[in-house]
């Protein structure tokens, strides 16, 4: 049995000697965790080459879980009441002004906030544009016009919140958004001018190629003809400003010194090094950037002021970014991201030996794309979700990309993704070595056929694979789960976890031969099983 609260003597909080009136068991929950998260891929040492940043920097991960102790109990929703939380934030806020070279005064300030992610970044990014749109154009749909390799949070954004969103063909050999057809777009509308667009976004970089869109000639034009632009530098925020001070390449501008650029996301958990939960959105203009706020009067609560999308919040992630960040500085994260320029120019250079295999494009920063180099002979060709699948068997988990076919008729070729992080420098030899062993076991080896799975999804319906794909865009949740079961998972065994299939290729390959929203309603079937209650046995 344990009291609580603690024993603390600058612990505020009334205590009784004996607390025997609240059952409390403690014995084995920590351990039940640790168990738990044994079972999880390894999110420090540089074997994950996606999701986890690890600056290889113990130090950094004691620190940021002792700010996050430190504010526990503190809810983020008022911090006028709780003026930790306002001094952090305009610290946080204020480094990435900085960094990014936004101005800190005159009509044009950048100010900004902190946020839960780049998902919500994103969303209110655009949410600022819906409204201002609508305050100049009532009763016109907005519009948001994005190259095709945007991050999916502008997706989401426009389904949450019911705006159009034009997606536009990227090169298929530089995975760069296309400035003539951005262009074009822009002049789309009735009289020659934008229309219903609202927001232009470009990416530096973008996830799925790691290059830096060609944002001074997107913007120029934007700015010209009145449309604000937004830079998703989720991924990139905290490492691209650093990243030719570390002695990596010259890369093209990107942030507020360019002109026309309106506004920029930046997460902290990536290249900032603190732990989930932590972005920042920041805006050109205190009167745009006030359009992200909710407020109202209009129930008889407290008056309600929110940044964000949340109201109560943890302060945990903010304190932990906050830290991180002041420990860091400018020269920190400089050497951190020296790590990441030589790390991520080792792993191009092994890949471009590796006879079979190619870097996509030209890479800015430390995200490399891999794909198949179609310039060698059948025989001799790697596939890169293949390749995955015989590396991960090394222990080293690299992440499968799909290919797409754009609305043009070109296809993005499908690829395998690294993130280098700084830890990456220390086990590169290491990793090149899994990477040209995982080669060689998939040289020759062909694609899996999407027909295979498709036949084995159209098997479990008792149909042929043109009426299961048409039966499962309508299929009910229990139904769907059974084809997935039946067609594409291992064995939960006695225990009845789930398992994804020790090979990844074949799914992969499935879900880009799909109708996509046939292949998403499975997805999320998938994923929703994976954290449903599990039903006791009777």
Known sequence: MTTLPSDDPTDPRPRRADATDVPVRTDGILERLAALRAADAPTHGGH??????????????????AAARAVQPVNGLDPTTFTSVAVMERELVGFARSMLHGPDDGPGAVVGSVTSGGTESCLLAVKIARDAFAAEHPGVRPRVVVPTSVHAAFRKAAQ????????????????????????????????????DVALVVVSAPSYPHGVVDPVSEIAGAAHELGVPVHVDACVGGWVLPFWEGAGGDPLPAFDFAVPGVTSISADVHKYGYAPKGASVLLVRGRDRQRRQFFATTAWPG?????????????????????????????DGYTALTGRCVRATRALA??????????????????????????????????????????????????????????VDGTRLPHTTHLTVTPVTESVVEDLVLALRAGADAARG??????????ARLASALGASPEQAVAHLADAGADEIWAVLRGALLDDPGEQGDLALPASLAPLLAVMEALPGPVAERLLVELVARFSEPVVPAR
Request: no cysteine.
């Open 160 to 195: 949450y919140l019911g705006v159009g969103l034009t997606a536009l063909p990227v090169d298929p050999a530089t995975g760069r958004a296309d400035v003539a057809r951005t262009l074009a777009e822009l002049r789309s509308g009735p009289d020659g001018g934008p229309g």
């Open 302 to 330: 407290y008056p309600v002021v929110n940044t964000t999308t949340s109201g109560s919040r943890s302060a945990a992630p903010l304190a932990a970014a906050w830290a991180v960040s002041q420990a860091l500085g400018t």
């Open 349 to 406: 250079a092994a890949v471009g030996e590796i006879d079979g295999l190619r870097v996509v494009g030209t890479p800015s920063g430390p995200l490399l794309a891999v794909a198949t180099d179609d310039a060698v002979a059948p025989d001799r060709r790697v596939d890169p979700h293949v390749w995955a699948d015989a590396v991960r068997a090394h222990g080293w988990v690299l992440q499968p990309q799909p290919g797409l076919v754009q």
């Open 48 to 65: 994950v080459l996606s999701y986890v940043y690890d600056p290889g920097l113990a130090e950094l991960d004691e620190l940021a879980a």
């Open 445 to 454: 080896v062909p694609r899996p056929a999407a027909d295979d799975v498709l």
